[in-house]
Each structure stands twice: as C-alpha cells, then as structure tokens.
C-alpha cells in the first residue's frame, strides 16, 4: 500500500511538474506565432533563438515588487491567483494514465467539478481587489464561465450515454477503429468554441477586455500574482487541448501521435486569437444559450435513442 502511496504521489509530482514545463513554452509559442502571423520575429534576444524567454519573463516577474491595493481584503486578494493555478494544476490528476497510478472511474465528474470551482477564483479575484473595474470583469467573466459549462458538460454527458463510464481510460476502447470526432463533428466544433469561451481565450476574452474594463478581474495584480493567474489560463488551454484529444480523436496516450494532436489543438488556440475580433457580449450569451444548448442537448437525445437501439439489438 505505501508503495502505490510513493508512487501515486511521484506520479502526480511528475505530471505536474511536466505541464509547468509545457506551460512555459506554451507562452513562447504563441509569442512565436502571433510574431509570425503579424509578419514580425517573436522573442528571440535571450538564449538560442529565445527558448529562454519564458524563464526570464517567469523570473522577472516573480521577482518584481509586489503591489497590492490599500482598501482590498488583503487575504483573499493573496490567496486566489494560488486557488486558481492549484485548480488547474489538480485537475490534470483525471489524466488517463492505463496504469491507475492516478485515474479514476469517475474522472469526468472530478474534470466538470474542477471547472466548476475555477469560476469562484475568478469572482473573488475581482471582488476583493476592491476595484470598480475589477468587481465587472469578474462578474462577467463569471456569467460567461457558467453559460459554457452547461454547453460542456451537456456534450460531455452525450458521451458518457454512449461509452456508459464516467472514466476517462474508456474512451481508449471505442475508439480503437474510428474517431469519435468522425461521428459527431458539429459536437466537436461546438466543444472547442465552449473550450475558447470557458478558458476565456480570444474571440471570447471579456474577462480580460482591455478597451472597456481596464484589464478586467485581474486589473490590480501585478508580479506574482499576476504571473500566476496567467500560468493557470495556459495549463487549462494545455488541459482542453487534452481532453479533446481524448475525447474525439483517438486516446492512446502512450504514443507521440496522442502529443502531436495536443500541440496541433494548443496551436489552432493561438491561431484563432491571431485571427478572430472580440465578440459583443449578447453575442457571446446568444452563442451559448440559442446555438451551443439546442446543439448539445439534440446531440444529447441522440445519443442516448442510439445506446437504447445498439441495447436493444443485443438482447
């Protein structure tokens, strides 16, 4: 028993310290593409053709002077740049590792509970910064948080009824012959827009929408803090990416075909923010409540008359 105690817990040290890595040039990455996109060079001062940068940048801002506001509640305004980068940090625990040193059966309900704990760093984050502008962003950014995870956890539950596991390792056997993204691409699209909405990237970045709200929730951190908001927004686009290669294409985790697709789905993310302008606001809720919700909820229906049928000619 202490031996897969050790090991459980290397395993996750690992795995951990590994998306922290991926986090890192995740960021130089998308400086990267947007330079090229741009039609300009990305970082390449520091070190070979700037790989370093990320370091730099990491160590610049740790070591930056902290500044916090007078009237904020001190303690809480400290505490949810932490929340919210451990949220993104534990949520990758549902990896599905074919060993169970870490998965469990109930890994999708672990990912929708994660996710749901995300949304209430970012509403104290804006509230106890004690900033007008702050308080707004949160309160939109939460708005927006919530509507998406119905859309997700709607796609997710269609399937659950299909596959009949909540765990994560399934996904692996049915899709042994064919993708699931080859019998329900419209459900892919709608997942990776909710993906771009929920870890709130470009076009739906309101939480961050710096010509009307200053910065939006994270509007009076800086150094650390701000450093360490930013690190959870990429370990949960890293995290998507994942889960949409697990879920519609294909889940063998073990070949270098699985982290190629994942590089592919973190790139088209840095693509899309190079690409597309910020949505209006009641486009963003009309998106998600009059397209996403029937579009789920159709699929959802589907699915489940489809487990019923495939039962049904078995026994």
Same mark, same amino acid.
Request: hydrophobic share 55%.
């Given at each position: 028993?202490?031996? /897969?105690?050790?090991?459980?817990?290397?395993?996750?040290?690992?795995?951990?310290?590994?998306?922290?890595?991926?986090v890192a040039f995740l960021t130089l990455l998308e400086r990267k593409v947007l330079g090229y996109i741009q039609i300009r060079k990305g970082p390449n001062k520091v070190g070979f053709v700037?790989?370093?940068?990320?370091?730099?940048?990491?160590?610049?801002?740790?070591?930056?002077?902290?500044?916090?506001?007078?009237?904020?509640?001190?303690?809480?305004?400290?505490?949810?740049?932490?929340?919210?980068?451990?949220?993104?940090?534990?949520?990758?625990?549902?990896?599905?590792?074919?060993?169970?040193?870490?998965?469990?059966?109930?890994?999708?309900?672990?990912?929708?509970?994660?996710?749901?704990?995300?949304?209430?760093?970012?509403?104290?984050?804006?509230?106890?910064?004690?900033?007008?502008?702050?308080?707004?962003?949160?309160?939109?950014?939460?708005?927006?948080?919530?509507?998406? /995870?119905?859309?997700?956890?709607?796609?997710?539950?269609?399937?659950?009824?299909?596959? =009949?596991?909540?765990?994560?390792?399934?996904?692996?056997?049915?899709? =042994?012959?064919?993708?699931?993204?080859?019998?329900?691409?419209?459900?892919?699209?709608?997942?990776?827009?909710?993906?771009?909405?929920?870890?709130?990237?470009?076009?739906?970045?309101?939480? /961050?929408?710096?010509s009307e709200l200053v910065s939006g929730f994270n509007v009076e951190y800086s150094s650390g803090g701000f450093a360490l908001i930013f690190m959870a927004e990429y370990a949960s686009i890293?995290?998507?990416?994942?889960?949409?290669?697990?879920?519609?294409?294909?889940? =063998?985790?073990?070949?270098?075909?699985?982290?190629?697709?994942?590089?592919?789905?973190?790139?088209?993310?840095?693509?899309?923010?190079?690409?597309?302008?910020?949505?209006?606001? =009641?486009?963003?809720?009309?998106?998600?409540?009059?397209?996403?919700?029937?579009?789920?909820?159709?699929?959802?229906?589907?699915?489940?008359?489809?487990?019923?049928?495939?039962?049904?000619?078995?026994?």
């Amino acid at each position: 028993m202490w031996l /897969e105690m050790i090991m459980s817990l290397f395993g996750s040290l690992m795995l951990i310290i590994c998306v922290l890595v991926g986090v890192a040039f995740l960021t130089l990455l998308e400086r990267k593409v947007l330079g090229y996109i741009q039609i300009r060079k990305g970082p390449n001062k520091v070190g070979f053709v700037g790989l370093p940068q990320p370091f730099s940048d990491a160590i610049k801002l740790f070591t930056k002077e902290q500044a916090y506001p007078l009237l904020s509640n001190y303690f809480l305004y400290y505490v949810c740049p932490l929340g919210s980068l451990f949220l993104s940090l534990v949520v990758w625990l549902v990896f599905p590792y074919f060993t169970y040193l870490l998965s469990f059966n109930f890994g999708v309900l672990y990912f929708l509970c994660c996710m749901s704990m995300g949304v209430y760093t970012v509403m104290i984050a804006g509230w106890s910064s004690n900033s007008k502008y702050a308080l707004l962003g949160g309160m939109r950014s939460v708005a927006q948080t919530i509507s998406y /995870e119905v859309s997700l956890a709607l796609i997710l539950l269609s399937f659950i009824f299909f596959i =009949d596991s909540y765990c994560l390792n399934m996904f692996n056997y049915y899709q =042994d012959n064919i993708w699931l993204i080859m019998l329900s691409l419209p459900l892919s699209l709608g997942w990776f827009a909710s993906c771009l909405a929920e870890t709130n990237r470009t076009p739906f970045d309101f939480a /961050e929408g710096e010509s009307e709200l200053v910065s939006g929730f994270n509007v009076e951190y800086s150094s650390g803090g701000f450093a360490l908001i930013f690190m959870a927004e990429y370990a949960s686009i890293l995290f998507m990416s994942m889960l949409f290669c697990v879920i519609f294409l294909g889940c =063998d985790i073990y070949s270098l075909m699985f982290f190629i697709k994942l590089v592919v789905l973190s790139f088209l993310f840095i693509w899309v923010r190079g690409t597309l302008p910020r949505f209006r606001y =009641d486009k963003l809720m009309f998106l998600a409540w009059k397209s996403f919700l029937p579009l789920s909820l159709n699929f959802l229906i589907f699915y489940v008359g489809l487990k019923l049928f495939l039962v049904s000619l078995i026994f």
